[in-house]
């Protein structure tokens, strides 16, 4: 294998696939990066074997030289060294040839670096996706629907299907639900899909954060293709396949409530920065609880009291408070988490009593929804 | 006491004070800032005993009401709280108000917070400084010196003395000297003294780098006041005390080599690089050794080897080589903390002999001297 690059190409390809790497394995060689230089152009792949990312370098693009392959062939290399060398290296270009077995010889400028290389045989094979049945979605979305509900997921393995999202296509609509039990965010939206088959998996949260961060904002189509026990993602020179989680994600339709007592319309930064300082001094329990109480004049009042530090008391004026009176403890770091997620300048919050869920939404949006349990403490 | 301030000073003189602020002290009320009003304006004050920092905010400036005084008195407001609050609060306007005892009552917008204070009576008293024997330093300058030297102060308590920076004035001139018996840092510049009085003090080394946080960057002067036990450093508004480390610094001159048997010219940013990659595969032992050697032509060879990793060649084109051939090894890691701590493009590298501590300077620049002792590989 011998091949001359692009450094700034290299450097992007190699982070892209990094996001899979982990150096807490029981496999050795997924240490590694495994490198293939063919005929159209390089191959990076990293895998953990929960993710696996392939990212591709092409010979040329709009007629510039990226790579100029002086000969096929493929190595792997410990991905903790190459990454930190291909970021350090002295100029623009950059030789990468295999020499005398597995010894890797990497050349940039004055530099010479020489790497103990594994044979890419001893790789792990990536999974085969028969790609019948496809459906697309813009970038900047899938990366929204990501955000807005992956943030709710459980992070104890107690019941570990709670640490996935889970992902529904049916009619056209893919929704995308989270939940730890104590909060659920659900997100959905129209899809393109020419087949009329629907899905039902669930995708590990890690996994979804984790192509966000590979993904560039852009509108470009992803082709997501779903099998029985894995998901690919594939956008332009990349492929991103996580494993999907076993078992069956709990039906969470009937944890949505219909009707609501109480509804209150705010603004939502305003009522974001009057939740956070009251949970500056709410220290009860790890959760920081804070009150919400209505009172006259479409006041909400959020309060917090920890006898031996002190009490904090904010007044939010809403733009409408309809319904019964209300008094209500929440935590207030799930209500940050749930407000940043939700797009728009107004909310809907729903209540249906102090002790039954409750709802958050953009005013006039029904394709979003952050629910929230609330805290016993009266 | 009560007070009516612009939040953004609150909120910078808060920030100055809290660097002095530790949660690990034994003495509860040393958790605090001390907020005291008068008819001039209010100062803070935070103190971990070992630095002390007071932050002095001025009723008025170039005609602009800061604070506007109600009621002079004294509070002592728990740090920790009391930082998160200024930061997140409303408007651009806070009331600060001690009602009721110690009760303390922050006003902001619709924003209300109750603290529990404790008493300004018990927080302890600053030391008193005489003001006899002043030096003046620009505050870059001083900055300046801090950073290149504080780097190599040792990190270990074994010889205490050698945490602290070693100070010394004498006939117009301050010289800074930190060592950890492995490498040297030193820095001196002339001084604005009306004193003809000299002084040889330790400062330890983390009073210096917190001081150069808090410091802006500009060439206003500091007073320093020197005493038996204490250092203050008085800028504009702001006091920064410090203690002294006890004990005698051990006299470095004679470490210094006044001869040299190899004189090496390289650009120091080239070198730096070079050394930056060789030291990625480097690790034999926690100082990352690399291993020099001239070879012909006047290039520097920077070289290293882990047998299970792989190794590394760099060259180094140098401006000029003079004297005996020569091979050393070194840490990396001293030697770039070195090279980054230099002002200038050329460095001059002095060396004695493979075993001997070896000196870089910038190229003519007696100011600055970074010494490092080799490693014995060969």
Redesign the interface.
Known sequence: MKFIIQRDRLVQSVQDVMKAVTSRTTIPILTGIKIVASEEGVTLTGSDSDISIESFIPKEEDGDEIVEIKQAGAIVL?AK?FS??VK???TDSVEISVENHLQTVIRSG???????GLDAEEYPHLPQVEEENVFKIPTDLLKAMVRQTVFAVSTSETRPILTGVNWKVENGTLTCIATDSHRLALRKAQIETNASESYNVVIPGKSLSELSKILDDNNDLIDIVITENQVLFKAEHLLFFSRLLEGNYPDTSRLIPSDSKTDVVVNTKEFL??I??AS??AKEGRNNVVKLSTIDGGVIEISSNTP??????????SKSVEGEELKISFSAKFMMDALKALEGSEITISFTGAMRPFIIKPLNDESILQLILPVRTY
């Open positions: 410990q060294f930190e060398i350090k290296l002295p004055k530099s010479e670096f020489n790497l103990n920065q009057a956070d300082r500056l001094l031996e530090i002190g009490k904090v008391v904010e007044e939010v004026q």
